[in-house]
């Protein structure tokens, strides 16, 4: 089902129209003079302004080049599109031996042989690729100078690394600006050097149509984990994949169209500019989870989806699209598309799908709302209540606020347990309370872990706790009320004291939290101390407090020696709705 | 006149299950449902003989389609079929593979077997049928039944009197090509210790266009390749 998905997606997309050619992000092209003599290599990038937040950034036009073939480091010229080593038999960055070079170019300079065979003589086809030839045939000084000259006038070694390694594509001055792997003589000579000439013997395992199994898949780039030069999605590349004494790909037979239209549409789905083989930009469909994890999301039928990439960068807005009908469109919430979520990660060379699930839109939309309903929090800061961005909430539960630190898997286990509405991994809370004991239940870190808690238990299975966003006076949970005790110990202790070096709760609020009954009865002890020098400053103060206290103590017949797990999360929601209401402002009756 | 071998209900179900899908064998990820093949795999358990060859007729999915992942650390080689290996040391050869798998799976197969022509003068479809159900309600089997791979053992039951589909798996769900069977070469074979083996070389793979109506699935009863 993944791939047929997949499948579908490119020819919804329009990728998989023409699959001679693909299309890449292509910077720099070389523009050969008349007669082939001199040549300059010119950038095609194009500088955009910062704007708001963005910052200001390089745009390279995307543009359609022959399918690439995917080649690692053996010796294999591309088409016409390549490096510099290939094209000018040099390689600037000295990776490649000179020598090596010099066979990379021959390799180059048959295939451009081969195509101006093909050529109507005195064509401008014709033309161009003899200029080509003859300026791949000059001397290395004359030949490098264009290139040398660019490296030179490069602002930033960065820059000059771009162009060390980057791929050009080849124009002819006198015929125009058309790249010449675009001119139409040469597509067709391109086209007709990729017919299949075997015959098509086994049925294609995602179309169904008979065809001849290819032997390679394209790699995907962009997968995080994986090689710099690719990982594949399909690939049998050790004795113990295989079976039935089939060879590699004969395990699985994909013909050429599906394997290069299924590629198409990962790389559309995990590149960050995406873009149609005209050029047209399409919209970002990933979402990076963590180092090592990217969630792939797409839904059938062109249906908008946008605001998807949105309730993970920013909730607040997410709300009116979900609800708001755009343009004609179905509103997300009626929408009976299917949504497709593919979370793929790298390793050894391959990519792994971690998770895939397929639900309509409608239901995605219902399972993200959801959600953001239950991990809504008091926000420090006077941020407000509402939501945080999801990465704010993996990184609180990380160590050292660390994406790399997180649990491996938790990532897209809560991803996926978000979209399809199931309770959290315990984990979660876990995490979020070993954070809090670790770190202390400060700062906005901890309001996202009590987001996330909060959230846990209104999605726990079976028996699922619905608790407010901000204090619930008539909750009396244990836990709840201990945490609430806590923060109003501590309140006590600042007001009587003033600040400190080392508050109660920096002390206290790991071993209060876990072994309540060997905590409390001292910290109550303590207070009466704090109570009775604030009622000599501040009597009515004194009063309030006392009367807090006595009210939540009334509600605890003893104090337990330990909390288990759930009763923590429930102490750090009750710490941190008691907190926060401390600094929300109330009308005069005070509120028990 | 023999009216033919019966229909069979069997409900097959376990924690947890990997029915691979051919393309992502390397970090395995299981079709959504049972295949025909899997589900012919079970009932041979409980009973074959040369005389009977299974055909699953349909499946009913009785729990609702979960996905669990586990990463282990496998092997990248395979050990020859010729004797003197020498030395292996697993740990030198490791490979950490990705599997995602089905949980909580729960099925209703409604199969029939057919006579082969290895069937004797004395091989009724009466004798199978009862001596199937027979072993089916005492849960004998030759080797443990299992869920697509070794590791995930299944349970084997005769079908219960009602069963119902979950809702969540009304309508119709596109399963996109699902592996049918193997359509093994007849003409492959070896000679081993002066008797004709059947060697897999040539044997192909059959897939058929599965589709789940309110969580049913209808499998064809013939694969053309």
Redesign the interface.
């Known amino acids: 089902m993944i791939l047929r998905a997949l499948y579908d997606l490119a020819q919804q997309e329009g990728l998989a129209e023409d699959l001679d050619f693909e299309p890449i992000q292509l910077r720099y092209t070389l523009v050969l003079g008349p007669n082939g003599m001199s040549a300059t290599i010119q950038d095609r990038g194009t500088l955009v302004p910062a704007e708001g937040k963005k910052k200001a950034e390089l745009r390279k036009p995307t543009v359609s080049v022959p399918r690439r073939s995917g080649r690692t480091s053996g010796d294999c010229a591309e088409f016409l599109v390549d490096k510099s080593d290939y094209i000018l038999g040099w390689d600037s960055s000295e990776k490649t031996a000179p020598d090596k070079a010099l066979r990379r170019q021959a390799l180059y300079r048959e295939r451009i042989v081969e195509a101006l065979a093909s050529q109507a003589p005195g064509s401008p086809e014709a033309q161009a690729l003899q200029a080509l030839l003859d300026f791949t045939a000059q001397d290395l000084d004359l030949r490098t100078r264009p290139l040398q000259e660019a490296l030179a006038k490069c602002p930033s070694e960065k820059e000059k690394k771009e162009l060390e390694s980057a791929f050009f594509s080849v124009e002819y001055a006198p015929i125009g600006p058309t790249p010449i792997h675009l001119l139409q003589g040469i597509r067709d000579h391109w086209k007709a050097s990729r017919v299949e000439y075997q015959k098509a013997e086994a049925r294609c395992l995602v179309t169904g149509q008979p065809c001849v199994p290819v032997d390679k898949h394209p790699q995907l780039k962009n997968v995080p984990g994986g090689n710099t030069s690719g990982a594949s999605l399909i690939s049998f590349n050790s004795p113990a994949f295989l079976s039935y004494s089939l060879e590699n790909n004969a395990n699985a037979p994909i013909g050429r169209e599906a394997s290069e239209a299924i590629a198409s549409a990962l790389n559309r789905l995990l590149s960050r500019n995406p873009a149609k083989p005209d050029g047209t930009s399409l919209a970002r469909r990933h979402v990076r989870l963590s180092s090592d994890t990217v969630a792939l999301f797409w839904a059938d039928r062109a249906s908008d989806v946008d605001w998807f990439e949105q309730f993970t960068e920013d909730p607040d807005a997410v709300e009116e699209t979900l609800l708001a009908p755009r343009t004609g469109r179905k509103p997300a919430l009626e929408d009976p598309a299917s949504f497709h979520t593919l979370i793929l990660s790298g390793a050894q060379g391959r990519s792994v799908v971690r998770a895939y699930g397929c639900r309509t839109t409608a239901a995605v939309a219902q399972a993200v709302r959801r959600y953001l309903d239950q991990v809504r929090v008091q926000r420090p800061f006077n941020k407000g209540v509402g939501a945080y961005p999801l990465r704010i909430y993996l990184r609180s539960l990380a160590a050292l606020g660390d994406e790399k630190n997180l649990p491996p898997q938790l990532a897209g286990a809560l991803y996926m347990a978000i979209l399809e509405g199931t309770p959290f991994p315990r984990m979660v809370l876990e995490s979020a309370l070993r954070r809090t004991r670790a770190e202390g239940p400060e700062g906005e870190a901890f309001a996202a872990r009590c987001g996330l808690i909060r959230a846990y238990f209104h999605r726990q299975f079976p028996n699922p706790k619905e608790i407010p966003v901000s204090l619930d006076t008539n909750n009396q949970e244990p836990g709840y009320l201990l945490g609430r005790l806590l923060a109003l110990l501590d309140k006590l202790q600042q007001d009587a004291l003033g600040s400190l070096n080392a508050t109660l709760v920096d002390r206290y609020y790991g071993s209060a939290s876990t072994t309540p009954g060997a905590v409390f009865p001292t910290l109550l002890r303590r207070s009466q101390h704090h109570l009775g020098k604030l009622r000599k400053e501040k009597p009515g103060l004194a009063v309030n407090h006392e009367k807090l206290i006595q009210f939540i103590c009334g509600f605890l017949d003893r104090f337990s020696k330990t909390l288990p797990l759930d009763q923590q999360g429930l102490f750090a929601l009750g710490f941190h709705h008691q907190r926060q209401d401390f600094f929300t402002k109330k009308d005069t009756s005070t509120t028990l | 006149m023999d009216p033919g071998p019966p229909l069979h209900r069997v409900r097959i179900h376990g924690n947890a299950a990997c029915f691979t899908?051919?393309?992502?064998?390397?970090?395995r990820?299981s079709y959504?449902v049972i295949t025909p093949s899997a589900a012919r795999g079970v009932l041979e358990a409980i009973l074959w003989k040369p005389a009977i060859r299974w055909k699953i007729h349909r499946i009913h999915v009785l729990a609702p389609i979960r996905?669990g992942?586990i990463k282990r650390n496998?092997?990248?080689?395979?050990l020859s079929e010729r004797g003197n290996h020498g030395a292996y040391f697993a740990d030198e050869d490791r490979?950490?593979r990705?599997t995602?798998f089905l949980r909580d799976v729960d099925y209703l197969v409604e199969a029939r077997f057919e006579m082969t022509d290895q069937a004797g003068p004395g091989d009724t479809p009466a004798k199978f049928a009862e001596m199937f159900e027979r072993r089916l309600a005492k849960g004998q089997h030759f080797h443990q039944p299992y869920l697509g791979c070794r590791e995930f053992p299944a349970t084997v039951e005769p079908a219960p009197p009602r069963w119902s589909t979950p809702p969540e798996l009304a309508g119709i769900k596109?399963?996109?090509?699902v592996l049918w069977d193997?359509a093994h070469n007849p003409k492959s074979t070896r000679l081993v210790d002066g008797q004709r083996i059947h060697?897999?070389?040539g044997?192909?793979?059959?897939?058929f266009?599965a589709r789940l109506q309110d969580g049913i699935l209808e499998v064809p009863l013939e694969v053309s390749?």
């Open positions: 899908r051919p393309e992502l064998k390397t970090e990820v959504e996905f992942q496998e092997v990248g080689s395979k490979v950490q990705n995602l596109p399963l996109g090509l193997m060697v897999c070389d044997c192909k793979p059959l897939f266009e390749s």
